[in-house]
């Protein structure tokens, strides 16, 4: 039996913090391999400090991830290397490494790659909608399912599971409350749709570290820095209590549902 390995793959530095940072935790405490694959350094992000002036936003963006992995206990980043998108008026048409431009069979060759040396039981990615819809989320969403289903002849057996981050409806509600342009029978899911729901509270210290370490992307003009105290901590309730998975590809049986956990079947004795 392999080492129990997690490759989470995400798009931009803080993705990771916000929708599967204490399941990272959990299992990194747990004795998991835990690789976290980022694919951009998140040049195109906005600063949200007000009068921050940073010479360059990709790496500081980069040693921001490098220090939320320190806070969630797990390894460094793994960067894929393109460029980050952006969005509205920041958004790269122009740039060919863009994520947005890059032709995503590409982006798959990478992950297959990356799939043969990490060996992971687990992957974890974007849902369908990209969480919010972001393009580069798309994009990793479209390469992350591709690699899933074209890795299952590598010797060592292939991923076993694809799991999806997942908002219910209510939590896409809370987010839509907030401001976020989210219309929740899109974006949120129906509770019975998720496979596993992780209850993370044990790890909010944390995770809110690693939101933290995201400074650029957390100060006063962010989504976070706008909200009132009341909307603050009903968000902390929701996003540092649980976060939820759905399933998005698996190549086992599951005996039973919804799963105790990502590894749930796997053939970990006491992972679940």
Not at 176 to 181: F, K, S
Request: glycine share 12%.
């Amino acid at each position: 039996m392999s080492t129990p390995t997690l490759l989470a793959v995400f798009a931009h530095p803080d993705d990771e913090a916000f929708s599967v940072g204490g399941t990272l935790t959990h299992y990194a405490r747990q004795g998991v391999r835990v690789v976290l694959a980022c694919a951009t350094r998140g040049e195109a992000g906005k600063i949200t400090v007000p009068g921050m002036t940073v010479d360059d936003l990709g790496a500081q963006r980069e040693q921001e991830l490098r220090d939320a992995c320190e806070a969630l206990e797990i390894g460094p980043p793994v960067f894929l290397d393109y460029h980050d998108s952006g969005r509205y008026e920041r958004t790269r048409h122009d740039d060919p490494k863009a994520l947005m431009n890059v032709n995503p069979l590409d982006v798959e060759v990478k992950l297959r790659a990356l799939i043969e040396d990490v060996q992971p039981q687990v992957i974890v990615t974007f849902d369908p909608h990209g969480g919010y819809g972001h393009v580069d989320h798309l994009q990793m969403h479209r390469a992350t399912v591709a690699a899933f289903f074209s890795t299952g002849h590598l010797p060592y057996g292939g991923p076993q599971r694809l799991y999806y981050t997942a908002l219910t409806t209510e939590a896409a509600q809370g987010l839509a409350r907030m401001g976020q342009d989210l219309d929740p029978l899109v974006y949120g899911v129906d509770p019975n749709t998720l496979a596993v729901q992780m209850d993370v509270s044990a790890y909010a210290t944390n995770k809110k570290a690693a939101l933290m370490a995201h400074g650029t992307q957390t100060g006063e003009q962010s989504l976070l820095g706008r909200m009132t105290p009341e909307e603050r901590d009903a968000m902390e309730r929701r996003m540092l209590g649980t976060e939820g998975f759905s399933i998005g590809g698996t190549r086992t049986a599951l005996t039973n549902y919804p799963l105790g956990g990502l590894f749930d079947g796997l053939g970990f004795d006491g992972l679940n």
